[in-house]
């Protein structure tokens, strides 16, 4: 049985986060009595600080943006999958005191589509193109050959596209948002948008759309997903990648698998429910 240690979730805001729920319901699940899973108010000029306060006690945090890229230079090494978006939302650290960095979110999106039978697509369209875009297409590059449609409102935005593109080695057409309508007919949508930005496509959703993964958990269903289910097309959801993602973490830090991925996704339930 694993020592009693601690981990937590790091960022500013981060009041609503599901992670402790998720990590917790574990941790019992798991029978890892005495460990502790937190929440941290962090903001990057003060990380540097939180760092030097772990002790040996640490098996790991989960960080949220923008943290994900500023703890880069306070770990030991991160992985591969960490590297091809420079963001790391998951810490390990180990009883050497080696702290090493971690990207569930990708590996994370792809076994959320899996989870669904969505294994491969031949195309797939991007609504957005902030820090959750780049991690969909890290994922898209494992399931889909063909091209990404990455719909963007600012010059800035698909220039930044077109770098992740380039990097991630992933064929990538740039649209401009006005034409965000278009999306909706691929064979896999991915919305990484904030709430409400997509609420006018609802209207657009064609009568037998195929695959959307709404990023979003809270609030659930957008109109988006709400007319895309309506209509009977697949939608994953939000809370489906925070769960997938946090097992992974789980598993990372305890050292234990599988994690209880049906257990943490009714505990992610009941907490949306009762807000």
Request: glycine share 8%; charged share 20%; aromatic share 6%.
């Given at each position: 049985?694993?020592?009693p240690?601690?981990?937590?979730?790091?960022?500013?805001p981060?009041?609503?986060?599901?992670?402790?729920?998720?990590?917790?319901?574990?941790?019992?699940?798991?029978?890892?009595?005495g460990?502790?899973?937190?929440?941290?108010?962090?903001?990057?000029?003060?990380?540097?600080?939180?760092?030097?306060?772990?002790?040996?006690?640490?098996?790991?945090?989960s960080?949220?943006?923008?943290?994900?890229?500023?703890?880069?230079?306070?770990?030991?090494?991160?992985?591969?999958?960490?590297?091809?978006?420079?963001?790391?939302?998951?810490?390990?650290?180990?009883?050497?005191?080696?702290?090493?960095?971690?990207?569930?979110?990708?590996?994370?999106?792809?076994?959320?589509?899996?989870?669904?039978?969505?294994?491969k697509?031949?195309?797939?369209?991007?609504?957005?193109?902030?820090?959750?875009?780049?991690?969909?297409?890290?994922?898209?590059?494992?399931?889909?050959?063909?091209?990404?449609?990455?719909?963007?409102?600012?010059?800035?935005?698909?220039?930044?596209?077109?770098?992740?593109?380039?990097?991630?080695?992933?064929?990538?057409?740039?649209?401009?948002?006005?034409?965000?309508?278009?999306?909706?007919?691929?064979?896999?949508?991915?919305?990484?948008?904030?709430?409400?930005?997509?609420?006018?496509?609802?209207?657009?959703?064609?009568?037998?759309?195929?695959?959307?993964?709404?990023?979003?958990?809270?609030?659930?269903?957008?109109?988006?997903?709400?007319?895309?289910?309506?209509?009977?097309?697949?939608?994953?959801?939000?809370?489906?990648?925070?769960?997938?993602?946090?097992?992974?973490?789980?598993?990372?830090?305890?050292?234990?698998?599988?994690?209880p991925?049906?257990?943490?996704?009714?505990?992610?339930?009941?907490?949306?429910?009762?807000?």
């Amino acid at each position: 049985m694993a020592a009693p240690r601690r981990a937590a979730v790091l960022g500013s805001p981060i009041a609503h986060s599901l992670s402790p729920v998720l990590h917790r319901e574990a941790y019992r699940e798991l029978g890892l009595s005495g460990w502790m899973y937190d929440r941290f108010e962090v903001d990057e000029a003060a990380l540097p600080g939180f760092f030097e306060t772990l002790g040996a006690e640490w098996a790991g945090l989960s960080l949220t943006m923008p943290l994900k890229r500023a703890v880069i230079p306070l770990l030991d090494g991160i992985s591969e999958t960490a590297a091809s978006v420079d963001a790391v939302n998951t810490v390990v650290c180990a009883p050497d005191g080696r702290r090493t960095g971690d990207n569930t979110d990708i590996p994370g999106m792809v076994a959320a589509l899996r989870e669904h039978g969505i294994d491969k697509v031949e195309a797939a369209a991007v609504l957005g193109a902030g820090a959750t875009a780049s991690s969909a297409l890290a994922a898209l590059a494992r399931i889909c050959p063909g091209e990404i449609a990455v719909y963007v409102r600012s010059e800035a935005r698909a220039a930044e596209m077109r770098q992740w593109a380039e990097r991630l080695e992933v064929p990538v057409r740039i649209a401009d948002w006005a034409d965000a309508a278009q999306a909706l007919r691929a064979p896999l949508v991915i919305s990484t948008t904030p709430a409400g930005v997509t609420d006018a496509l609802a209207r657009s959703v064609p009568e037998r759309p195929a695959a959307l993964f709404d990023v979003l958990y809270d609030p659930w269903p957008t109109d988006l997903a709400a007319r895309w289910s309506a209509y009977g097309g697949a939608v994953v959801s939000g809370l489906d990648l925070l769960v997938h993602q946090a097992v992974l973490q789980v598993e990372q830090m305890t050292g234990l698998a599988p994690a209880p991925l049906d257990a943490m996704r009714k505990a992610g339930e009941r907490a949306l429910a009762a807000r």
